[in-house]
């Protein structure tokens, strides 16, 4: 019985570091999305800007 339970222990152990790590990289990579989706913003804002200035004032070129 000891045996067993000091095998569960063991597993029990693990699973926490793991879960531990696996926490860790979530917050890594939401922080991340998080940059990315922000500077995908920005681009898409300077994109449409770049176009809007180089049309001619009301038009609209032939692909919309």
Sequence with gaps: MDDRLMKMEVKIAYMEETI???????????????TLKNRLSLMEKRFSELID????????????
């Design 53 to 64: 200035d180089s049309l001619p004032a009301g038009e609209k070129p032939p692909h919309y």
């Design 20 to 34: 531990a790590t696996l926490d860790s990289v979530v917050r890594e990579q939401s922080g991340e999305i998080t």
